[in-house]
């Protein structure tokens, strides 16, 4: 029963991040003109929409779990700010689990089980493994840039076509950050593993996060964000891999995520459809009398 309940949880979390600062990392330009920093941020805010409020869509979704593979429907709805709610209907239509998230909570009802889940977002990290977050989880959505401030200090990079934001933090850090990536990188030159342990004991002492952007050139709208935790030795990768326009704004149609931590690697696509923006939308949760909290 627990298996069906992280399963369902899954689609909705991802790990709580901040950020922090240090030096630049040299430009390495390719067909692209160099920009400044504070230059794609600028072009970033403009091009930005921050007017949407509610959010509704169907979703078909693909997990790849340390025990094995799940795919499902799920209905997504979502009013900024205030709250997310998922339902998750398997193959024969008929709901499984239901998900409300805010700010500092998280709800969960497994029909399988007739079991329910209620607590603050640190009981939820204990029972799932995972913690939620409304605030990422919406960010995500809207295919914005997961955890940018605009007032914070970063390094403007070049990679494959597109710039890169990448927050400020000792070059270490960045370093250690590329090697418990498990996609990329920075120069293929990995740390050995006593300067990697090393690296993450001062990235604790310190809460160090390292979040890298990568920005299309053309619309400067976000392909990607990662975001690595060094001092939980965690990683998040959101790939915004495919967009379309809806009500005069650009959305993703298909997004991919990869949550990492010490031995064990999980990740989710959602291939989204029948977004809709009005409102208001139906968060109805409510718990059957026979149902029993989860132990």
Known sequence: MRRTAQASVLVALLF???????????????????????????????????????????????????????????????VTDSAAWVSVVPALGIEVARIVITADSLKLMDRVSDQYFIGDTASAKKKFGLQPSLTLLQQALLGKAIGLEPSEKYRSDREDGQYVLTSKEKRRFIRAAEDISPADTLDG???????????????EEKEAVVLRYWIDPDNFQVTRVQITDLAMDQSADVHYEERSTTSNVNLPTRIRITLSEPGRIASGTLDISRIDLEGPVNMAFKIPEKFTPMP
């Open 189 to 203: 030159k990995d740390m050995n593993d006593r300067r990697l342990e090393r690296t993450l004991r001062r990235a």
């Open 16 to 78: 709580v991040v901040s950020c922090k600062s240090g030096k630049p990392l040299p430009l390495l330009g390719k067909e692209i003109p160099a920009r400044s920093p504070e230059k794609i941020i600028e072009q970033m805010m403009f091009h930005a929409y921050d007017t949407i409020r509610y959010y509704s869509a169907k979703a078909s979704v693909g997990l790849e779990l340390p025990d094995g593979n799940k795919s499902f429907k799920a209905q997504i709805r979502s």
